[in-house]
């Protein structure tokens, strides 16, 4: 069946850095766009970043500019999203999803940015 497991979440200092991954089976991983979502206590779920299939294009969400670099390997059904320069606000639970005409999502990894 299809699963997406992510990892990687935690606690955090502000200014600090974590790195997610989410590790893909039961489909064709490389013909599917990945992204990672984000949401926030009371908040709705809001894109964080997108990459295509072949990793050519990525896309982030305005928030999160220069500080969160999203990579993937096809080799290992695998796609990250470096988080660095972490702020209070960046503090959600993150989710892995990938699209082509079926959306699939994770369960989701707490990120907790705080002193």
């Known amino acids: 069946q299809v699963q997406l497991v992510e990892s990687g979440g935690g606690l955090v200092q502000p200014g600090g850095s974590l790195r997610l991954s989410c590790t893909a089976s039961g489909f064709t991983f490389s013909l599917y766009s990945m992204s990672w979502y984000r949401q926030a206590p009371g908040k709705e779920r809001e894109l964080v970043a997108t990459?295509?299939?072949?990793?050519?294009?990525?896309n982030y969400a305005d928030s999160v500019k220069g500080r969160f670099t999203i990579s993937r390997s096809n080799d290992n059904n695998k796609v990250d999203l470096q988080m660095n320069s972490l702020a209070a606000e960046d503090t959600a639970v993150y989710y892995c999803s990938a699209i082509r005409i079926s959306r699939y999502w994770g369960q989701g990894t707490q990120v907790t940015v705080s002193s």
């Open positions: 990459i295509s299939r072949f990793g050519d294009t990525k």
